[in-house]
């Protein structure tokens, strides 16, 4: 998660600073780092789920709270990782930057 918050204060820096005139650059350097939230996403989905399925096999209200908080909280990451109908999603992002061709 830190490195997480590292990511987003260096592009918001970046932002405020006006920090690469090269408008290609800035693109790239955008996707790069929006391809490492996706990938960190990725990890943290998994180290949920295998946290719920050791919640879920413990039953009892564990499986109940803790599981199924879990579950939901999965399902937001995976949605803002990757759903096309989610507008801030990191697919949506990317893909309105290919669109944009850097415009």
Do not use: C, W
């Amino acid at each position: 998660m830190e490195e997480l918050k590292k990511i987003f204060e260096e592009l918001l820096k970046n932002a405020i600073d006006g920090n690469s005139s090269n408008e290609e650059e800035n693109k790239a350097e955008l996707v790069d780092a929006l391809n490492g939230l996706y990938m960190q996403l990725d990890d943290i989905i998994v180290a949920i789920h295998r946290a719920k399925v050791i919640a879920n096999n413990m039953g009892g209200e564990i499986k109940r709270v803790i599981g199924g908080q879990l579950s939901y909280t999965m399902k937001i990451l995976e949605k803002f990782k990757e759903s096309e109908s989610q507008p801030g999603s990191i697919t949506h992002l990317l893909n309105f930057l290919k669109n944009q061709g850097g415009k």
